[in-house]
Antibody, heavy 116, light 106 residues
Framework: EVQLVESGGGLVQPGRSLKLSCVAS????????MNWIRQAPGKGLEWIAD????????YYTETVQGRFTISRDNAKNTLYLQMTSLRSEDTALYYC?????????WGQGVMVTVSS | DIQMTQSPSFLSASVGDRVTINCKAS??????LDWYQQKLGEAPKLLIY???SLHTGVPSRFSGSGSGTDFTLTISSLQPEDVATYFC????????FGAGTKLELK
């Protein structure tokens, strides 16, 4: 069974950093690209970054470009999102999702709250 | 960037009703439009991919249609378990979600 489990969220002050993790199981992690998608409270969904299976290709949405870094460790079956210079508008539930032709498998999400 | 305009934002319908939700892209996205269902407190679930392909296990009352810039999700006969928020997603160029349609029972 494919499972994606995010962790690392919490309450953080504006301007500070936080690193999210997504541990994958039930499939060969190194064969798949991965994504981070977020959802602000009561709002819609926003794709924020993706990374290819071997980390050769990485893309970000403009709103996080230069502040967030997506990475992966295929030996640990883990996807990461390093978030710096956090803003109140980064407050959201952050999901990881496996890159198939469409996003079939999602984690349960991890909450990040940016507030002083 | 491609913008997705989804309508309506809120929909109230009765069990057995035919329900349609629309998404309009700001430019041609070919067939690369997916539909997701999100129930309260859950991650989104894929319903339809590439405009009209039903994801495995999704009831046949769900269908998708459209091309180019205009797309539709149809629920042929609304069931109580269909109460949810529905999102479209274009993946022709980058990824852009529609704002969502909250579907409730009348």
């Amino acid at each position: 069974e494919v499972q994606l489990v995010e962790s690392g969220g919490g309450l953080v002050q504006p301007g500070r950093s936080l690193k999210l993790s997504c541990v994958a199981s039930g499939f060969t992690f190194s064969n798949y690209g991965m994504n981070w998608i977020r959802q602000a409270p009561g709002k819609g969904l926003e794709w924020i970054a993706d990374i290819s299976s071997g980390s050769s290709y990485i893309y970000y949405t403009e709103t996080v470009q230069g502040r967030f870094t997506i990475s992966r460790d295929n030996a640990k079956n883990t996807l990461y999102l390093q978030m710096t210079s956090l803003r109140s508008e980064d407050t959201a539930l952050y999901y990881c999702a496996r890159q198939d032709s469409s996003w079939v498998y999602w984690g349960q999400g991890v909450m990040v709250t940016v507030s002083s | 960037d491609i913008q997705m305009t989804q309508s309506p934002s809120f929909l109230s319908a009765s069990v057995g009703d035919r329900v349609t939700i629309n998404c309009k892209a700001s430019q041609n996205i070919n067939k690369y439009l997916d539909w997701y269902q999100q129930k309260l407190g859950e991650a989104p679930k894929l319903l339809i991919y590439n405009t009209n392909s039903l994801h495995t296990g999704v009831p046949s009352r769900f269908s998708g249609s459209g091309s180019g810039t205009d797309f539709t999700l149809t629920i042929s006969s609304l069931q109580p378990e269909d109460v949810a928020t529905y999102f479209c997603l274009q993946h022709n160029s980058g990824y852009t979600f529609g704002a969502g349609t909250k579907l409730e029972l009348k």
